[in-house]
């Protein structure tokens, strides 16, 4: 209509920029609305929305009112550039196409932006040849949908492949060490792994092992400089003696003054029974790869590492484990979530809010619930960092049979604000077999299952009896604790009785799963 007034994009997007700002606790200061400037060797260049947290990926959202001829070629022409004040390129840009009915009248518009509907799609690789996402056609959602696709494009693709070929070459190499050591004679070492892992041993206990320990050694330089924890390169320059001392040494500080037991105690398990020349190779070998992946950012970047290891564990050619898909998990938890009656918009509620797996393998479906509950705080205004240590101590309850899933639950977990240290969790490696009478227990335990007829079972990691010193003072490491009808969300797949038949030919060499025998012992 002629005369009909409208609203440019330059002032839609700044409306927009005023929302997602709200929306996560790193844009607040970090997002630039219809600048210039702002790439480098292209000055006149301006992305109607430039993302640029730290220690994250950036990411461009370009918009465009309906049909959006353009948009989608904008959103591409991004690729590949890099932000001034940014030694990382744009991986991701996202194309958002502005319904009609947000052009011509400007009452109440940020209200009415919040509400609306949107098509987007993204964009990622190779500027020259980039992939788009969905192939065709568009995707359709409101301001918080847009919001998790940013997220999502914050995490570098890139780096997390990068991360995983480092990590999977450090495991092999290190595997083969504990090989040489067998072929030499010293059965007991792949013996012992398979003990503390509660599985037979070889290749893949033995690839499993190692990748416990390089994940303490990367969560180790994570917190060194907390507690005065030394970091892992300060004892490999300084140790006159062994290496692998004055590790085990940190990890019981670590353990004693911070916590952090189903992520230590079993690297530790793990390291301890090896013969010290053999232990030090392993443990320079996976040093090594350590310190590569702190180049990465592994340490400090948004969700980086808890991406990378999920990625590696649902390669079921390298540690050979049947876990339940990141992308299935994600789905999974967004419907559980989306169920729960609970007032999102309020902040102070989420505290109250208790999730649990009582089966949780390496932990990718409570990471994924736990995530959408962050982010749904983020989304109402909140920063979820401060939540972060609250939930992981009193909130979130995991717990399984197997050793080696209990401390990568726990290292998902973490890895969320891998920066921020926290005193206990409420992961538990729950008893299964037999054990020594108790007065308090059952002579037999099932896992999990010892909570359908009382409120409180032992852990392997504690039996009420030992004391660890966190920030807060001494703390009791007790036993699983969950009272009838406590918990909001139970998220969980459970375990079943038999092997599966993924990859016969290769399983037949695989060790057998421990919850398929029930005269197995707890020692």
Request: net charge negative; charged share 20%; glycine share 6%.
């Amino acid at each position: 209509m002629i005369g009909m007034s409208n609203t440019s994009e330059i002032v839609f997007n700044g409306h927009l920029a005023e929302i997602l700002r709200t929306k996560h606790p790193l844009w607040r200061n970090c997002l630039g609305v219809e600048q210039t400037g702002v790439f480098r060797d292209h000055p006149r260049l301006r992305p109607d929305i430039l993302v640029l947290p730290p220690n994250a990926q950036p990411v461009v959202v370009e918009t465009e009112y309906v049909p959006g001829s353009t948009v989608e070629n904008d959103a591409k022409a991004r690729l590949g550039l890099v932000p001034l004040g940014s030694e990382n390129l744009i991986e991701q840009t996202i194309a958002v196409r502005i319904p009609d009915s947000l052009r011509h009248d400007q009452s109440h518009l940020v209200e009415r932006i919040s509400e609306a509907d949107f098509d987007y799609c993204i964009f990622s690789g190779d500027p020259s040849a980039p992939q788009r996402w969905p192939g065709k056609g568009w995707l359709n959602g409101g301001i918080n949908d847009i919001v998790r696709c940013i997220e999502h494009a914050m995490v570098s693709q890139r780096l997390v492949d990068e991360g995983i070929l480092i990590l999977e070459d450090g495991v092999r190499v290190a595997a083969r060490a504990v090989q040489d050591t067998v072929d030499l004679g010293f059965v007991d070492t792949e013996r012992e792994m398979g003990r503390v892992l509660n599985q037979h041993g070889g290749e893949q206990t033995n690839r499993m092992a190692m990748t416990i320990i390089a994940n303490a050694l990367t969560f180790h330089s994570t917190i060194a400089g907390f507690h005065d924890i030394p970091s892992v390169t300060q004892l490999q320059n300084d140790t006159a003696g062994s290496f692998r001392m004055a590790i085990l040494d940190t990890w019981r500080k670590i353990l004693d003054d911070i916590n952090y037991w189903p992520i230590f105690k079993v690297a530790s398990d793990l390291l301890a029974p090896i013969r010290a020349a053999t232990a030090n190779r392993i443990l320079y070998i996976l040093a090594s790869a350590s310190e590569r992946l702190a180049e990465l950012g592994v340490t400090t970047r948004h969700d980086l590492s808890g991406r990378m290891f999920q990625n590696l564990i649902a390669d079921r050619k390298f540690l050979a484990t049947f876990y339940t898909l990141p992308t299935s998990a994600a789905l999974l938890a967004e419907m559980a979530v989306s169920r729960l009656d609970a007032d999102w918009n309020n902040l102070e509620s989420y505290p109250d809010l208790t999730i649990a797996d009582f089966s949780c393998g390496t932990g990718t479906l409570l990471s994924a619930g736990y995530q959408a509950i962050l982010a749904r705080y983020r989304h109402a205004g909140g920063d979820d960092s401060e939540l972060h240590r609250h939930m992981i101590e009193h909130s979130v309850i995991a717990a399984d049979i197997m050793p080696a899933a209990a401390h990568l639950c726990a290292s998902q977990l973490s890895s969320v604000h891998p920066t921020i240290v926290f005193d206990n969790t409420r992961v538990y490696t729950m008893p299964y077999g037999t054990g020594n009478v108790d007065e308090k227990y059952h002579d037999v335990s099932i896992g999990s299952l010892d909570l359908i007829e009382t409120v409180k079972s032992r852990s392997l990691f504690a039996t009420g009896e030992v004391q660890a010193s966190g920030a807060q003072g001494d703390i009791k490491v007790g036993d699983i604790e969950v009272p009838h009808e406590s918990v909001d969300l139970v998220i969980m797949n459970p375990p079943f009785t038999r092997p599966t038949n993924h990859e016969a030919a290769e399983c037949r060499s695989l060790p057998l799963p421990a919850f398929g025998q029930p005269e197995t012992s707890n020692a």
